[in-house]
Structures are given as C-alpha cells and as structure tokens.
C-alpha cells in the first residue's frame, strides 16, 4: 500500500492542523494507521493510531486531548486533527500502516510509511 501524506505547514502557537494520509495500491483498508513524529536527532516517536473500523484509538500522553485521529475508509483517508498545537509539536509527521491487529505504537509494527509532513508551530 502507497500512502500519501498532505496538509502540514507553519502555523502560531494554539492554532489547529489537519494532517491527511491517502492510501492506494491495495484494495482491502482493514489496516491500523498510525502517526508518528521526528525531530532532527530523534527517534521516530509514536502520536496515535487508530483501528481499521475506527472503534479503537491510541494517543501518547502529550497529544492527549488535542490530537484526533480518524478515518475515512470510503475515501480509504485518515487525518490527524491537531488542535491548540504547540512549539513541541514541530516535527516532520508521517503517517504509517500494518495489516496487524493490534493499535500498536511501536514504529517497528508498521510495514507501510507515507512521506513526511513539515509541521512547524512558532510561539
């Protein structure tokens, strides 16, 4: 599966993002997304991810609470809704997936991974 992430950019402190990730080139969309994050420097770290059918999600505490992960599988999309986003929040997201079934945060479960997205936020 080809995956394809869109919609980051630079924005202000407290503002909000949607990030979106299209995948094609597999018929079948019973896959876990997740998306993940990387610093110059740093590990790849896990943000969230979310069940093929949506019903289960998973956030890192940092997120919480300001992050939405969700899907489309009829537009075979998933978006990650960043809202009050702060300077900590820069990085490059990508977003990932496994035809595993667990909601896994670990960037080793995943097979597929779409390109980067700059998201930058000034204070």
């Known amino acids: 599966v080809q995956l394809q992430a869109s919609g980051g950019g630079s924005v202000q402190a407290g503002d909000s993002l949607r990030l979106s990730c299209a995948a094609s080139?597999?018929?079948?969309?019973?896959?876990?997304m997740g998306w993940f994050r990387q610093t110059p420097g740093k590990e790849r770290e896990f943000v969230a991810a979310?069940?093929?059918?949506?019903?289960?999600?998973r956030y890192t505490d940092s997120v919480k609470g300001r992050f939405t992960i969700s899907r489309d599988n009829a537009k075979n999309t998933r978006y990650l809704q960043m809202n009050s986003l702060k300077p900590e929040d820069t990085a490059v997201y990508y977003c990932?997936?496994?035809?595993?079934?667990?909601?896994?945060?670990?960037?080793?479960?995943?097979?597929?991974w779409g390109q980067g997205a700059q998201v930058t936020v000034s204070s």
């Open positions: 990932a997936a496994t035809y595993g079934s667990d909601v896994s945060s670990s960037v080793h479960d995943y097979e597929y």
């Open positions: 979310i069940s093929w059918y949506g019903g289960v999600t």
């Open positions: 080139g597999r018929s079948s969309s019973r896959y876990v």
